[in-house]
């Protein structure tokens, strides 16, 4: 299942990059360092993606790939850079990566399976996230009680 959802990324992408493409069909791609235009704050969904799956991009592309972050005004800055750039494939946008993921967590079998590999959600607010630390805070002050340890 694991891989079915990184096969699914990473098909998403390369179909994203392709469009970006436009008609070099005939040429050979990429000859340079492609340029991956974070539209969003950096540390979120897709960024973290991102991060995870460039290296097996740039591998399996056999060229690097570059982030670079270009938040503010709603992804509006990041994205009006792509749409400015030359129509040649070498940059890109990876914030709509965003609303793939979420649309892919949302398959309860993906979900079953990262939940299985103990990789479950811990919230979708931000008073849920408060709540599963300090749970997690509660839970190793127990441990560390429990071992006999006395904090410094």
Same mark, same amino acid.
């Given at each position: 299942m694991h891989k079915r959802f990184l +096969? &699914?990324?990473l098909a998403f992408v390369a179909a994203v990059m392709g469009l970006a493409a436009g008609? *070099? $069909?005939a040429q050979s791609y990429p000859t340079k360092i492609i340029r991956v235009? +974070? $539209?969003a704050q950096p540390g979120g969904n897709a960024?973290? *993606?991102f991060r995870l799956l460039a290296?097996?991009?740039? %591998?399996? *592309?056999?060229?690097? *790939?570059? !982030?670079d972050y270009r938040p503010g005004a709603g992804t509006i800055i990041g994205s009006e850079i792509v749409a400015r750039s030359a129509p040649d494939g070498y940059t890109t946008l990876v914030e709509k990566l965003n609303s793939a993921l979420v649309q892919t967590l949302r398959d309860p079998s993906i979900r079953k399976a990262l939940i299985e590999r103990g990789a479950g959600? &811990?919230?979708s607010t931000p008073e849920e996230h408060a709540a599963y630390i300090k749970s997690e !805070? %509660?839970?190793w002050r127990g441990v560390v009680k429990a071992a006999g340890i006395k904090p410094e």
């Open positions: +096969n &699914v990324v008609g *070099l $069909a235009v +974070n $539209a960024d973290i *993606l290296p097996r991009m740039g %591998e399996i *592309l056999g060229q690097q *790939l570059v !982030i959600p &811990v919230g !805070i %509660e839970k």
